[in-house]
């Protein structure tokens, strides 16, 4: 029982030192200031020019592209080349 007492006794130190230190922890950072208190403010000018700045990127993305078009002869040899394959393909049956 005398043994138990001592641990106790030597818990109860260490849980006094850890509280200390604690309280010399929380001093610190109230010293510092707490940075992340997640009240940014931006100034109207900055939200404008960040809106610009996305509007002229949708902008940009949803220009058309000029439809691409293929010549007739082009349609032509496109036709042909595939007359061909499925000629080949008919002859191997």
Known sequence: ????????????????????QLKRI??????LGSSSNGTRKMSAEGKRRISMA?????AKARTAKPKRTISAAGR?????????????????V
């Open 1 to 20: 029982m005398k043994n138990l007492s001592a641990v106790i006794q030597q818990l109860k130190r260490e849980h006094q030192h850890l509280q200390q």
């Open 26 to 31: 929380d001093e610190a950072i109230a010293a």
């Open 54 to 58: 996305q509007k002229a990127r949708w």
């Open 76 to 92: 032509r040899r496109i036709a042909a080349a595939q007359r061909a394959r499925w000629a080949n393909v008919k002859r191997a």
